[in-house]
């Protein structure tokens, strides 16, 4: 099993610019997290998927991050328009159903300049 | 706010040297999670202790939980260099939801 992959491991934008962070949980794995972690805040989650359906989104920082889950083997989270507070490395990971521990994707590194 | 509050924030060591880290947190769980992260890379989870359980192992690891205390210890038997890491514990409330992280213990173990 590759396990979680996380596309692109280094994102470099200038800000205002829109971001695109993608993510493909392991097959089989009906839940996706995404979170963001910082120096200053630590790790935090910022949304949750079952089954592709959005759970919990009450830690997405504001309306310029969306995210979404159009089928069970992909994952995109945006930033529009990206600030240079975003910058952060976002982790994707996922469990299965009956699982109680996550697996993470190695995490994409973003700057915005 | 982070749930977990870890202690203490950095520990350098000696290779063959225990390494402890305790990890402190505010409401009721159903278990406690300590995953390690190597610099640049994604988390990877260690071990799981259950709220009905005091203390477990998993070859070098050995983990306590105090719910009494709301704390939990993670201690690393004859360590190697290759454990320098951060070392963070997460709490999950309701089995298997949402967990929360906290702030981590980056250990140095100096060969």
């Known amino acids: 099993d590759a396990g979680v992959i996380q596309s692109p491991r280094h994102e470099v934008t200038e800000m205002g610019q829109e971001v695109t962070l993608r993510c493909k949980p392991i097959?089989?794995?009906?839940?996706l997290f995404w979170y963001r972690q910082t120096m200053m805040r630590g790790l935090e989650l910022l949304i949750y998927?079952?089954?592709?359906?959005?759970?919990?989104d009450s830690g997405m920082p504001e309306d310029r991050f969306s995210a979404k889950m159009p089928n069970a083997s992909f994952s995109t989270l945006k930033i529009q328009p990206s600030e240079p507070r975003d910058s952060a490395v976002y982790f994707c990971?996922?469990?299965?159903?009956?699982?109680?521990?996550?697996?993470f994707g190695p995490g994409t590194r973003l700057l915005v300049l | 706010s982070q749930q977990g509050e870890e202690d203490p924030q950095a520990l350098s060591i000696q290779e063959g040297e225990n390494a402890t880290m305790n990890c402190s947190y505010k409401?009721?769980?159903?278990?406690l999670q300590w995953y390690r992260q190597n610099s640049g890379r994604g988390l990877v989870h260690l071990i799981l202790?259950?709220?009905?359980?005091r203390e477990k192992h998993s070859g070098r690891l050995r983990v306590t939980l105090d719910t009494s205390k709301k704390s939990s210890s993670l201690l690393i038997t004859a360590s190697r260099a290759a454990d320098t890491a951060s070392y963070f514990c997460?709490?999950?409330?309701?089995?298997?939801?949402?967990?929360?992280f906290g702030g981590g213990t980056r250990v140095l173990v100096k060969p």
């Open positions: 990971a996922s469990r299965p159903d009956r699982g109680e521990t996550q697996y």
């Open positions: 097959s089989g794995h009906d839940y």
């Open positions: 998927f079952n089954n592709n359906v959005p759970i919990d």
């Open positions: 409401t009721s769980i159903n278990n």
């Open positions: 202790i259950r709220s009905n359980e």
């Open positions: 997460a709490t999950d409330k309701a089995a298997g939801n949402k967990l929360t």
